[in-house]
């Protein structure tokens, strides 16, 4: 029997921290990809939500985490930790194996630059990844790529996640 506990995302204590997500409409269907970069106040310094087109769930988590590594690189965040709720996607990473050939080049790049920024990787629950979740939804709805710069510009569905995730107010999970 499952029992609820409760998990909540945690701000960093130093540096910023990177949660990031994908999904897949149909699985293969409509792909997307979303994340956001947050300092120890909770607050965003930059979110994306970008629309892939035809694909499967697990190409999009690795499209998502490349894409929020990228972002972090050429806005010169320094990222210390990144955060997916895709276990297969950051098992594929401890254990340097490419689970799909279908992801093959969006993994040796995100492979890449956790390498090279010395970035850890790390499975969280998804109720924790609520603002990397609600980007992706949005990019799949929208069928377009945003790149936002504030809280303020974050799309109105993103923003509730965001502030429940600053307040600090936790979720129930059945584990």
Not at 82 to 105: G, I, M
Request: aromatic share 10%.
């Amino acid at each position: 029997m499952k029992k609820p506990s409760l998990v909540r995302w945690t701000p960093p204590q130093t540096s910023l921290y990177l949660n990031v997500d994908g999904a897949s409409k149909g699985n293969p269907g409509f792909s997307d990809g979303g994340g956001c970069i947050r300092d120890s106040k909770g607050c965003i310094r930059l979110g994306f939500a970008f629309f892939y087109g035809q694909g499967d769930s697990l190409t999009a988590e690795t499209r998502a985490l490349y894409d929020g590594l990228r972002l972090a690189d050429q806005h010169g965040f320094h990222i210390s930790n990144v955060f997916s709720d895709s276990l297969v996607l950051v098992q594929s990473f401890k254990t340097n194996r490419c689970p799909s050939w279908k992801c093959t080049w969006w993994w040796h790049e995100a492979s890449s630059l956790l390498r090279e920024s010395s970035v850890q990787l790390h499975h969280v629950y998804r109720e924790t990844n609520r603002v990397a979740d609600a980007l992706a939804v949005y990019a799949c709805n929208t069928h377009g790529s945003s790149v936002f710069h504030s809280l303020s510009s974050l799309p109105s569905v993103c923003k509730g996640p965001a502030a429940l995730d600053k307040a600090g107010f936790p979720s129930v999970r059945l584990l």
